[in-house]
């Protein structure tokens, strides 16, 4: 099982290179991190997957963006939420890994067809512990309340959740055991934490019927 | 006034804390007032009056926090949430939680840059470099406040 940061920002987005946001991703106990952006060759330390955001208005730039070269390239494909026709659709896409920022789309936007949706075709609900840490009183309270919403509909459908820290900078990221604390503020039991750190791998090595070769 | 008898006396845990970055000696006050406006938002008024949380200790980069016995993982998730102290942007890390100060100051491993301190430019600020343990290394923009502080390692430092 692969302990996975789902997203990070390096440098120059951020203020620390990759192969330090790597370092002290292990320092921290993860065996992965996605990064956002181009990834060189590997650093030392965790091992580096490379993301990739998409963020459009409709279901059709959204597939258009999906057929650049550069999405193919990237290992774990993420899209931003939109509103509730939009994430109704992106779920259904094949090449879609993961869906994002689900805490600033509006209330109800990830509803329960979507979630059964997502369930069916492996596509993971990605929650960032950016806006439980940097954010204060009612912003920070409707993120909880999202969160809590997203997993109820993940303990009734069983789609994949993500965990990121979505780190422009080492300061921001968080240890395993600090994740753990921070999920329980939305009522995540540990054993839920330890799942959803470890979907990205599942994500990358799906589970398949054994092949006879 | 007479102390109280011990069993009377409220239990208390104390939390190791390490800043991060490596350099920042934060204010033992200002440290205090960051981690009291951190636990108040998260978990309000009345659950930190009962946590009664306080910075007793601040030196070598690392910050010992007392709490109330049984608050102590309340109070280590709302230090998670401190993301700087009198402006200046840090992380506390939980390092580990005791019943005594003294058993948490053997865990102080002070962490401090090599000897051998060097400048570079990055675009067109100057910083000075500060080499750490396992191949990290700050660099410190120049200047007198709010300078900037940006993450390598040694193979990028070398790379550019």
Redesign the interface.
Known sequence: MKITDASVHPYPTGDSTLARMALEATDLGFDSIVAIGEVGRQPPGAEVLRGIVINAASQKEAIKRLREPSVRRADVVFVNAGDIAFNRAVVGLKEVNVIRNIHTARRNAFDHVAARSAAGRGVAVDISLAPIIRLRGTRRQRALERYADVLSLQRRYGFPLTISSDAHSILEQRSAREVRGLCALFGMTGAEVSEALASIGRLMEPEQPVKVV | MRPRPPAMRTKRRYILVRV??YGARPDQKQAYFSVIEAAT??WGDAAVGFAQPAVVFCDAGYIVVRCRRGTE?DI??AL??V?AIADA???L??VAVSGTIHALKRRIKPIRPLPEAEETTLGEHHFTVYRYP????DLVEKGIKHQ??????E??LEER
């Open positions: 991060l970055p938002s998260l993982k280590a998730t998670t949430t993301t942007p840090i992380a890390r939980t396992r191949q990290k290394v900037k502080i940006v993450f390598f390692s193979a990028d």
